[in-house]
């Protein structure tokens, strides 16, 4: 089992930065990458960044050259940087650790509780 936290979501005016962390604990031999999603209100879920293991990333065409993801393995802790934000960027951000293959993601069933960020002046 794995447990997955989030922190680090607010309100911040367009064209700032927020840095969301997720703290993961526990183990599943399955997982191999994570994953960071959104969901704006009356939108679906989407994913906007995923790194594996081996430190490869993968970004969503509309957060590319703003978003960062990365991880600090020593403390079971994965980013993602996020700047020069725009309003369209609000939503709840949600962490998932789950499988990365041949350069496509797969969601895990492990999520955290999930964390909002609000981009208005």
């Known amino acids: 089992q794995v447990q997955l936290v989030e922190s680090g979501g607010g309100l911040v005016q367009p064209g700032g930065s927020l840095r969301l962390s997720c703290a993961a604990s526990?183990?599943?031999?399955?997982?191999?990458?994570m994953g960071w999603y959104r969901q704006a209100p009356g939108k679906r879920r989407e994913l906007v960044a995923t790194?594996?293991?081996?430190?490869?990333?993968n970004y969503a065409d509309s957060v590319k050259g703003r978003f960062t993801i990365s991880r600090d393995n020593a403390k079971n802790t994965v980013y993602l940087q996020m700047n020069s934000l725009k309003p369209e960027d609000t939503a709840v951000y949600y962490c998932?650790?789950?499988?990365?293959?041949?350069?496509?993601?797969?969601?895990?069933?492990?999520w955290g509780q999930g964390t909002r960020v609000t981009v208005s002046s």
């Open positions: 790194i594996n293991y081996g430190g490869s990333t």
């Open positions: 998932n650790a789950g499988l990365g293959s041949s350069g496509t993601y797969y969601s895990g069933n492990y």
């Open positions: 526990g183990s599943d031999s399955s997982i191999n990458a």
